[in-house]
């Protein structure tokens, strides 16, 4: 019954069941769009290293007939050890709910920081639908096969104490990337990821994202579906691998980006962590046949 409450309440106890529409001075409005669908996942609500404000700001600036919440939204890891919740996370649990009281269709896939929404899938909780993975038909008729992708990861599925000691790690980097954004802010520098930057650099995290997509592929393939699209490694990106449409949403702890598809069908990634990188020319399946270099993010 405990998980029960804490599930209501991370889904919409935070929020009025009815969010206010922002007033109209608030949204820029040349830069609102209209997707088909929009994907996004990896927000990791209830930490201090969530992008809050910027998330908030992507979905009052881009609309979709379907949202899908690609797991870890809620970090229940991280309010099980200690609580922590701002008013931009409130923020964004309200633009979530005023999509679904516009007629956006949102469906939630859990992942392992909010795998206690696992138990279940089957049910509305705020209007919202919860599964535990789904096949996307896009526009122009290829069938995705969206899930969290933890399954996928070794430390995960058999060394789950291991995860949450490279969860507390990777919370400190965070707060360093903070640090580090304050200062760049202060100085007119655009947002810059440390914490992404040394995972580039890194021999073996290159070689663990690079294994982790290739087994995904590999599984979506065998499955018969023309695509996959995932998230938890942190690494928005697209490229085909085998047979398949590679997808991945990124986050926004590091890199504040979704994927999106328009209403042709056509699936790209958009960043959205400052201004100035709202104009920045998206990752889309268009480059799909580059190489893997060519696509990570700075």
């Known amino acids: 019954?405990?998980?029960?409450?804490?599930?209501?309440?991370?889904?919409?106890?935070?929020?009025?069941?009815?969010?206010?529409t922002p007033p109209a001075s608030a949204i820029d409005t040349i830069r609102f769009s209209r997707h088909r669908t929009i994907f996004i996942s990896d927000t990791?609500?209830?930490?201090?290293?969530?992008?809050?404000?910027?998330l908030a700001d992507f979905l009052m600036h881009n609309?979709?007939?379907?949202?899908?919440?690609?797991?870890?939204?809620?970090d229940g890891w991280q309010l099980k050890r200690r609580w922590y919740w701002t008013e931009a996370q409130?923020?964004?649990?309200?633009?979530?709910?005023?999509?679904?009281?516009?007629?956006?269709?949102v469906i939630f896939v859990p992942g392992n920081h909010d795998e206690f929404a696992r138990d279940y899938a089957g049910r509305l909780f705020g209007?919202?639908?919860?599964?535990?993975?789904?096949?996307h038909e896009t526009a122009d008729g290829k069938r995705l096969w969206v899930l969290h992708g933890d399954r996928f990861d070794g430390v995960i599925a058999y060394a789950k104490w291991l995860a949450h000691v490279g969860d507390w790690a990777y919370g400190m980097a965070l707060r360093l990337n903070d640090m580090l954004f304050?200062?760049?802010?202060?100085?007119g520098l655009p947002y810059w990821s440390l914490s992404a930057w040394l995972k580039h650099k890194v021999k073996n995290a290159v070689e663990y994202i690079s294994r982790f997509e290739?087994?995904?592929?590999?599984?979506?393939?065998?499955r018969g579906v023309d695509g996959v699209v995932c998230g938890h490694i942190h690494h928005a990106e697209i490229r085909r691998i085998g047979g398949v449409l590679y997808h991945n949403d990124g986050d926004w702890v590091e890199s504040c980006s979704a994927l999106v598809e328009d209403a042709n069908g056509h699936m790209e990634i958009l960043r959205w962590a400052t201004p100035p990188q709202r104009c920045a020319t998206p990752v889309s399946a268009a480059v799909a046949g580059k190489s893997k270099a060519a696509l990570i993010p700075a």
Do not use: W, Y
């Open 90 to 105: 409130n923020h964004v649990v309200s633009e979530i709910l005023r999509k679904v009281d516009a007629g956006t269709r």
């Open 182 to 187: 304050a200062a760049r802010k202060q100085l």
């Open 44 to 54: 990791h609500l209830g930490t201090r290293g969530c992008k809050a404000e910027a």
């Open 214 to 222: 290739e087994i995904v592929a590999r599984e979506a393939e065998s």
């Open 63 to 74: 609309d979709c007939e379907t949202l899908f919440l690609v797991g870890d939204i809620v």
């Open 1 to 20: 019954m405990a998980d029960v409450s804490f599930f209501e309440n991370a889904l919409g106890g935070f929020a009025p069941a009815k969010a206010a």
């Open 127 to 135: 209007g919202i639908e919860v599964i535990n993975e789904a096949i």
